[in-house]
Nanobody
Framework: QVQLVESGGGLVQAGGSLRLSCVAS????????MGWFRQAPGNEREFVAA????????SIADSVKGRFTISRDNAKNSVVLQMNSLKAEDTAVYFC?????????????????WGQGTQVTVSS
């Protein structure tokens, strides 16, 4: 059974940084794409970033490009979203997701597994 557990959310001032971690368990993820989405109240779940576990290839949404990076830690079986220069509009619940296969899957409905989410609040 696949489990994705996020951590690292919290309250930060605008311009600050946060590091979100997603620990994945339940299978070998080398043939999976791992991603981060976010959802603000009243909004749809929005693609943020993804990484193809096998090669480390990444895709970053234009809205966060240059500020956020995604990486994986094979030893810890985890995926990290490093968020810098945070803005008030980055406030949302951030979800970790996993999908079998490689590609750019920006639609939330395309993903197979989800974590419970972690709240990120950026004060202006």
């Amino acid at each position: 059974q696949v489990q994705l557990v996020e951590s690292g959310g919290g309250l930060v001032q605008a311009g600050g940084s946060l590091r979100l971690s997603c620990v994945a368990s339940g299978r070998t993820f080398t043939r999976y794409t791992m991603g981060w989405f976010r959802q603000a109240p009243g909004n749809e779940r929005e693609f943020v970033a993804a990484i193809w576990w096998s090669t480390g290839s990444t895709s970053i949404a234009d809205s966060v490009k240059g500020r956020f990076t995604i990486s994986r830690d094979n030893a810890k079986n985890s995926v990290v979203l490093q968020m810098n220069s945070l803005k008030a509009e980055d406030t949302a619940v951030y979800f970790c997701a996993a999908k079998y296969g490689s590609g750019i899957f920006t639609s939330a409905g395309s993903w197979d597994y989800w974590g419970q989410g972690t709240q990120v609040t950026v004060s202006s």
